[in-house]
């Protein structure tokens, strides 16, 4: 009997209950488990802020989100 089919057969002996106990065990283990591939763009973006990161460069931000897009609708306006 494999892992899997132990763990099913267990599952089975659970009541109702206690499942959602089981579930949210569950959903721990498996978190971060996942057959996402970062594309071309992402993997690029990941690399570039690793060496801003590495070498200090870049422009730092401290504030909301909101305010964040704000400054960037700011700056998109000046580019215009």
Request: charged share 30%; aromatic share 8%; hydrophobic share 40%.
């Amino acid at each position: 009997m494999s892992e899997r089919e132990k763990a099913i057969a267990l599952l089975e002996k659970i009541p109702d209950y206690k499942m959602a106990y089981v579930v949210g065990y569950l959903q721990g283990l498996s978190a971060g488990e996942t057959d996402e591939v970062p594309n071309a763009t992402t993997v690029a973006a990941l690399e570039e802020v690793n060496e801003m990161i590495r070498t200090g460069s870049g422009q730092h931000f401290e504030g909301t989100a909101a305010e964040f897009f704000a400054m960037l609708d700011r700056e998109d306006g000046a580019d215009a």
